[in-house]
């Protein structure tokens, strides 16, 4: 079993940053891959960044260049970057852990953080 809790997100205007964070406990975090999700009110939940055990990493077209997914195993934490922020990234944010090489799909992955809201308004 891996438990993952999730810290970081608020508020920020269009523009901004904010990182958050997802440290895992319970079995060996650098055999898992990691996968961090969104999921807006009224839509499913989206995939918006990757990571492989090894550190390489994914990500959509809508966030690519903007977010920055990565991890550090020696503290059992991932971490998602984000910049240049915009209206429509206003979400709940989840991590998420499996055994095996990252996918796109929700449900796919075994592992979930409790989520983090992230809201860009001016």
């Known amino acids: 079993q891996v438990q993952l809790v999730q810290s970081g997100g608020g508020l920020v205007q269009p523009g901004g940053s904010l990182r958050l964070s997802c440290a895992a406990s319970g079995r060996t975090f650098s055999g898992y891959a990691m996968g961090w999700f969104r999921q807006a009110p009224g839509k499913e939940r989206e995939f918006v960044a990757g990571?492989?055990?090894?550190?390489?990493?994914n990500y959509p077209d809508s966030v690519k260049g903007r977010f920055t997914i990565s991890r550090d195993n020696a503290k059992n934490t991932g971490y998602l970057q984000m910049n240049s922020l915009k209206f429509e990234d206003t979400a709940v944010y989840y991590c998420?852990?499996?055994?095996?090489?990252?996918?796109?799909?929700?449900?796919?992955?075994?592992?979930w953080g409790q989520g983090t809201q992230v809201t860009v308004s001016s």
């Open positions: 998420a852990a499996r055994s095996t090489y990252y996918t796109r799909t929700a449900t796919d992955y075994d592992y």
């Open positions: 990571i492989s055990w090894s550190g390489t990493s």
